[in-house]
């Protein structure tokens, strides 16, 4: 069973949704108990990191997730969810993530050129670095996912799986041991998007 962490950030049911695709058993929930008792975790988020993060703290989940993941369960961020997985992120200030990934998340605005908008919204290719990850056996190289997104993910350059070009190479997907990072939605990503979350399920 699968379960999505239920912190008041993040597109449940689309995610919920996803997975039955595949005939995946999902559970969505905020309580430790079950959350506990999946094989594999989801962390999902959109807004702001700040509010998630807190959020994420004030629940007491943020030490449950580092547990899980010290066990060696596999746990998968989603977007804001991936971002959460970094040392920290320079998105309105200075703000703590969970420590699961080393690197840091900062605005696309610093490495875009400025004629691009922001926030990046749309379809990109996926491309493959030497660390390509297990939850990718599905898809190839150049198959395109879905991002909303105005941070990325950097200087976890030894953990990056994929790149995405949006003007600059983006971090698009992290792995390190059991922890994955996706900053596109595998949910809003069609075929490709279940491959993915297939993929995931796996392991």
């Known amino acids: 069973m699968i379960a999505i962490v239920d912190y008041g950030v993040g597109n449940l049911f689309s995610l919920k949704s996803s997975f039955a695709a595949i005939g995946v ?4 929930s905020g309580d430790e108990k079950i959350l506990k008792s999946a094989d594999k975790i989801i962390l999902p988020g959109v807004g702001a990191f700040s509010d998630a993060a807190a959020k994420l ?5 943020d030490a449950f ?4 993941a010290a066990s060696g369960k596999p746990l998968m961020g989603i977007c804001l969810g991936m971002q959460m997985l970094f040392d920290r992120s320079y998105e309105y200030g200075c703000h703590e993530g969970l420590g699961l990934i080393p690197g840091e998340v900062r605005p696309i605005s610093e490495v875009i050129p400025n004629d691009l908008k922001i926030p990046h919204i749309g379809w990109n290719a996926l491309k493959f670095t030497e660390n390509k990850t297990e939850i990718f056996k599905y898809i190839n190289d150049g198959d395109h996912v879905y991002f909303v997104h105005s941070f990325y993910g950097t200087k976890c350059e030894s953990y990056v799986t994929a790149n995405a070009e949006y003007g600059a190479p983006l971090c698009a997907s992290v792995q390190k041991d059991n922890v994955y990072g996706c900053q596109f939605h595998p949910e809003k990503s069609g075929k490709t998007g279940l491959a993915i979350l297939k993929g995931f399920c796996d392991l």
């Not at 997730?65 to 899980?68: A, D, H, N």
């Open 57 to 61: 703290k004030a629940t007491g989940l």
């Open 25 to 28: 058993e999902t559970v969505v």
């Open 65 to 68: 997730l580092k547990e899980q």
